[in-house]
């Protein structure tokens, strides 16, 4: 059974800090890309982040270039995106998103997601 399953979200003030974390099971995790994604209410689903398969490039948008910073770890098939200098403006529900082959098919998976709010 395939899962996704996102921790770390919460309330925290401008400013601070939050690591999200992806745990990933049930599909070969090394040969899919990973992306985090957020939506805020009222508003569209954005990419936030990408970390392909080994070597594992990376890259942000520009919203969060600078603050944010995404990293997997294909031993212990996780994700993980480290939010720094957290702005009101990062409110949303954050999502863990797998793209990749399986035999002859490509396959996507999404997490539950885990709501961060930025507020004081």
């Known amino acids: 059974q395939v899962q996704l399953v996102e921790s770390g979200g919460g309330l925290v003030q401008p400013g601070g800090s939050l690591k999200l974390s992806c745990a990933a099971s049930?599909?070969?995790?090394?040969?899919?890309?990973m992306k985090w994604f957020r939506q805020a209410p009222g508003k569209e689903r954005e990419l936030v982040a990408i970390v392909t398969t080994p070597p594992s490039r990376k890259t942000l948008s520009d919203s969060v270039k600078g603050r944010f910073t995404v990293a997997r770890d294909d031993v212990k098939r996780t994700i993980s995106l480290l939010m720094n200098d957290l702005k009101p403006e990062d409110t949303a529900v954050y999502y863990c998103y797998a793209h990749g082959p399986t035999g002859l098919f490509y396959n996507e998976y999404w997490g539950q997601g885990t709501q961060v709010t930025v507020s004081s």
């Open positions: 049930g599909f070969e995790f090394g040969v899919y890309n």
